[in-house]
């Protein structure tokens, strides 16, 4: 018998249609708030406005059991609420700080809400929006801002700050298996309320149709706001540097004619290393890792620090869309009137994000030197065309093909690994040519069928 707890989710994006889902999975009555009246008016009608698997079914059976609704009105959300969380975007702002208007906005409604109402316990506000250390003391202020211009006294509630770290693709998976839960919070109530709450995950008691259980308890990392906020920063700057470690050594591979996959593999054996993320490619995007990045950077800079390693790995990034272009240019030397076809769009298979996506400076890239570039996606071409008038979207993988001087693999969806490389071959130019970009293929494979392998540090 889980505790009962009336849950209110502003953003109904990525995140918080996740975070939402899963907890009226749990039990848990929800509420998912979002100013997008289109967004809202969608999810009423069952339908998910973004694509991620296994999401539209998990918002169906929430809503028909009437565990999950949707709404635009947030102060009713506030009144109805034990506990509030906060995922509306944090975008890079335009001197690379984390732009915080949207959890500005949020928090000053929350305190307007909170102030004309009496309240027997106070409502926990969780910050799972990525922002910079000391925002949760900034919610805190805002929110009294909103109740003192909404004029009426104290206000009851409690900021925690609780980082989410689900990848999109695999958004159910992460939210009901996390590696780790951590919350910050300066007060030992929010830290109880948060922990009864999340006790199906940690306690990993809820119904799965996995069997076995991926885990069996989930760590409940507790900590003050500041450091828990720091940890989202921290991990994804990891993360992102680990991939741009490994491709400064792909690159010195290729110069030295080793075969960076193997070494990879070698290397990540090694258990201080670990295997994930050391895929050498043509870098990392998205809509975490270079504005979680670029926010670290700007935090370091205004404590007068210079963050000199994570300056390198945004600069080995921005190389690595450069080697795909010198690349193309060693085979099809000038890149003027050439049709090039990029596979794939999104910054990763499984999802229709193209926030940050490496295609798109790809083909901006393309564009520049007078290339004619043709785009497929299997989810996201029409965002895609939308987002890069020049970037010609096709709806099959084979049509972007005809006539191409080459292809860059630059999304590892499935259906690439599937494709029949002698169909391809024979609808390409003479000789074609494939740039793998996240080396996904085999070079064995691709060179039988007739096509020059490009991939990245593999000799
Ligand atoms: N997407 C990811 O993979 C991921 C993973 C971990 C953490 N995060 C972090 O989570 C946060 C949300 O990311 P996302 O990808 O879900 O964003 P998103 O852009 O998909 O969704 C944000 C939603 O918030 C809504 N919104 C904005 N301001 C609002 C307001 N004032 N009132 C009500 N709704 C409002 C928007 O309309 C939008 O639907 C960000 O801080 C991001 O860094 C994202």
């Not at 309320?193 to 306690?203: D, G, Q, S, V």
């Not at 149709?209 to 990891?238: C, G, H, W």
């Not at 700007?298 to 210079?306: F, P």
Request: proline share 5%; with cysteine; glycine share 10%.
């Amino acid at each position: 018998m889980i505790e009962e707890f009336n849950i209110g989710v502003v953003g109904a994006g990525y995140v918080g249609l996740t975070t939402g889902a899963c907890l009226a999975h749990l039990g848990y009555q929800v509420t998912c708030v979002d100013r997008d009246e289109v967004r809202i008016a969608f999810l009423k009608e069952g339908r998910t406005p973004i694509y991620e698997p296994g999401l539209e079914e998990l918002v169906r059976g929430g809503a028909r059991r009437g565990c999950l609704r949707f709404s635009t009105e947030l102060s009713k959300t506030v009144h109805g609420a034990d506990v509030l969380f906060i995922a509306v975007d944090t975008p890079q702002g335009n001197d690379g700080s984390a732009d915080l208007s949207s959890v500005g906005a949020v928090a000053r409604e929350i305190g307007d809400a909170l102030s004309g109402i009496e309240r027997l316990r106070p409502l926990v506000v969780v910050n799972k929006s990525t922002v910079p250390v000391g925002s949760g003391d900034y919610v805190s202020m805002l929110i009294e801002e909103g109740a003192a211009e909404g004029g009426n006294g104290t206000i009851a509630y409690r900021v925690v700050s609780n980082p989410e770290f689900l990848r999109e693709g695999s958004a159910i998976y992460d939210s009901l298996f996390p590696d780790r839960i951590v919350l910050g919070a300066d007060t030992r109530d929010a830290l109880d309320t948060m922990r009864a709450l999340y006790e199906p995950i940690i306690e990993q008691t809820f119904p799965t149709q996995l069997d076995p259980r991926p885990k069996d308890v989930v760590p409940f990392v507790t900590t003050d706001l500041a450091s828990a906020e720091m940890i989202k920063y921290a991990a994804n700057a990891f993360l992102a540097t680990k991939i741009s470690f490994i491709n400064e050594v792909a690159t010195i591979c290729e110069l030295v004619g080793a075969d960076v996959t193997s070494v990879a593999h070698g290397m990540g054996l090694d258990e201080r290393i670990g295997r994930r993320f050391l895929s050498a490619g043509i870098g990392w995007g998205g809509s975490c890792f270079p504005k979680d990045v670029a926010a670290l950077r700007s935090i370091a800079r205004e404590y007068d620090h210079e963050p000199v390693l994570l300056d390198a790995s945004v600069t080995v990034n921005e190389h690595q869309r450069r080697r795909v272009i010198a690349k193309l240019q060693r085979d099809l030397h000038t890149l003027k009137g050439k049709r090039i076809a990029l596979l794939g769009l999104t910054f990763k298979p499984n999802t229709d994000d193209l926030r940050e996506a490496p295609s798109l400076e790809i083909a901006h890239l393309l564009d520049q030197r007078g290339a004619r570039v043709f785009g497929y996606d299997p989810v996201a071409g029409k965002k895609a065309a939308e987002l890069l008038p020049s970037l010609r979207v096709v709806f099959d993988p084979y049509e972007a093909l005809k006539g191409a001087h080459a292809v860059v693999v630059v999304t590892e969806w499935d259906e690439f690994r599937e494709l029949d490389l002698n169909r391809v071959a024979s609808l390409m130019e003479k000789p074609p040519v494939l740039v793998d970009g996240r080396n996904a293929l085999d070079p064995r494979d691709v060179k039988a069928a007739g096509i020059r392998y490009r991939g990245f540090g593999r000799g």
